[in-house]
């Protein structure tokens, strides 16, 4: 059983940025990709951003697309998103996944 664990979420203002990590209990090289969702309330959970683990490749929802950022440290075996000039519209849990395992999630609030 795969264990991610995300954190780093919580109150920002807009404008504010935030880092979210997600850790693995193993080498993220074990993965192909590595990706971040969210959900926001009423709405379906929607892909942010995914990263190719080996060679670093990157895609992002057009949403998110020149604010957030995402990237790897393998010796860490943790994947991050980089949120910046956060918007209340990106309220929302954010989720790490790979494969079929996902971990619990972490609340990003961005309100005034």
């Known amino acids: 059983q795969v264990q991610l664990v995300e954190s780093g979420g919580g109150l920002v ?5 935030l ?10 090289g074990f ?3 590595i990706a ?9 959970r929607e892909l942010v951003a995914k990263i190719a683990t080996s060679s670093g490749s990157t895609n ?5 697309k020149g604010r957030f950022a995402i990237g790897r440290d393998n010796a860490k075996n943790t994947v991050y998103l980089h949120m910046n000039t956060l918007k209340p519209e990106v309220t929302a849990v954010y989720y790490c996944t790979a494969v079929d395992y996902w971990g619990k999630g ?6 005034a």
């Open 19 to 28: 880092r979210l990590s997600c850790a693995a209990d193993r080498s993220i």
């Open 60 to 64: 992002y929802a057009g949403s998110v």
């Open 31 to 33: 993965f192909e990709v």
């Open 106 to 111: 972490t609340l990003v609030t961005v309100s």
């Open 13 to 17: 203002q807009p404008g504010e940025s």
């Open 36 to 44: 971040w969702y969210r959900q926001a309330p009423g709405k379906e």
